[in-house]
């Protein structure tokens, strides 16, 4: 293991990320076992999110304090399986309260995900024209606000009180929290404004608020269900 200088604040960042993902992952898989059997499966993916970027967060800090370079290769690994878990949220809490929501709504969001990190990667990595790749990423976002607010999942949120709430908390972490990573791009690799040191250190801190306050919102609803119907 990799020692961070004095003054590395970015360093600090990821060390930061990586010891909240680790406490995050502990306190939603035990409260996964006091909340209804509808949930937790919900609160599992939470705690799976979490860990993953726990992980990953040990390998970027580790990259960054060798290589004072963005950890690029590490951290689309860790949202190629994080973001698409956190797509999955919405579908299987939309299940858990039994709102009526079929599977295509499912495979619209992974794909827009895919989509979305897929075209990243290439244009952060050099692969591919950052703007060519920044437009294809952002038809996959597109896809995915759509999806949770005017599509098919969207709707279903919207007839069944009990979920719409959080739902709505949730979208807008999608809509607003995630924007910060297209700003981010853009500053970074289209208009040359934000060294590394700071786009990671950006990066860093959507990661922290985005996964762990996702979590969170899906544990208050956990959490208020089963204490207003018992296990």
Do not use: C
């Amino acid at each position: 293991m990799q020692f961070l200088a004095d003054g590395d604040l970015v360093g600090v960042t990821f060390w930061i990320v990586s010891i909240a993902m680790i406490a995050s992952t502990v306190f939603f898989l035990y409260e996964g076992m006091n909340v209804k059997r509808e949930w937790r499966l919900s609160m599992l993916v939470a705690g799976l999110v979490t860990l993953v970027a726990a992980v990953h967060y040990i390998y970027m800090r580790d990259y960054w304090v060798v290589n004072s370079a963005s950890p690029i290769v590490y951290r689309y690994i860790d949202w190629l399986i994080t973001v698409p878990l956190l797509m999955i949220e919405f579908y299987i809490i939309l299940k858990a309260v039994g709102a009526s929501v079929g599977s295509g709504s499912f495979v619209r969001l992974l794909v827009g995900t895919l989509v979305m990190l897929v075209f990243g990667y290439l244009g952060e990595a050099g692969i591919m024209g950052t703007t060519l790749a920044f437009i294809l990423g952002m038809v996959g976002w597109a896809v995915i606000i759509y999806e949770i607010f005017a599509g098919e999942a969207g709707k279903a949120a919207a007839a069944n009180e009990s979920v719409k709430a959080a739902f709505g908390y949730m979208r807008l972490i999608v809509l607003v929290g995630w924007a910060i990573y297209p700003i981010g791009y853009v500053m970074g690799y289209m208009m040359g404004g934000v060294d590394d040191g700071a786009l990671n250190m950006v990066y860093n801190l959507a990661d922290f608020v985005n996964k762990i306050l996702f979590g969170l919102i899906i544990w208050n609803l956990a959490y208020n269900d089963t204490a207003e119907g018992g296990h």
